[in-house]
């Protein structure tokens, strides 16, 4: 919004005003999300091990698909990107319009709920040896 001779003004997507200190800007990186129509949206899905790895991966791509905010080219890209303690994570990367990233986290877990794709909770296995 304004850079002043000691600080820079900021407007959030929320319209909140954030004062920084110029020392600051100068010496940090800034990222406006907000500047451009598009953007690629890069998404994580953890799911459970007990789950197909090409159906999840055709779940992930479907959904994203068939919103219309989601550009077909470049076409979107779903892969493994962890196996971690409790889920396997997929990450979807997604060129769509700026203010797509909330809905299609809530499409996504429709879509896992009507294919009967599980998220997982963290969870500990004890294993309790007899001596």
Sequence with gaps: VQIDMMHTVLKTLDNRHVVI???????????????EETRRLDLTFSVSYDNDTEAVKRV????VLA????FK?????????????????????VWCKTSLSFRLREEMRAA??????SIPYNQLDV????D
């Design 21 to 35: 200190p110029n020392s600051i800007v100068v010496n940090s990186q800034v990222v406006d999300y907000s500047s």
């Design 60 to 63: 992930i791509t479907d959904t």
């Design 67 to 70: 919103d219309s905010a989601v």
């Design 73 to 93: 080219d470049p076409a979107p890209f779903v892969g493994i990107t962890e196996y971690a303690a409790s889920s396997v994570d997929f990450t979807a990367q």
């Design 112 to 117: 896992f709920d009507e294919n009967g794709i």
């Design 127 to 130: 294993h309790i040896k007899n």
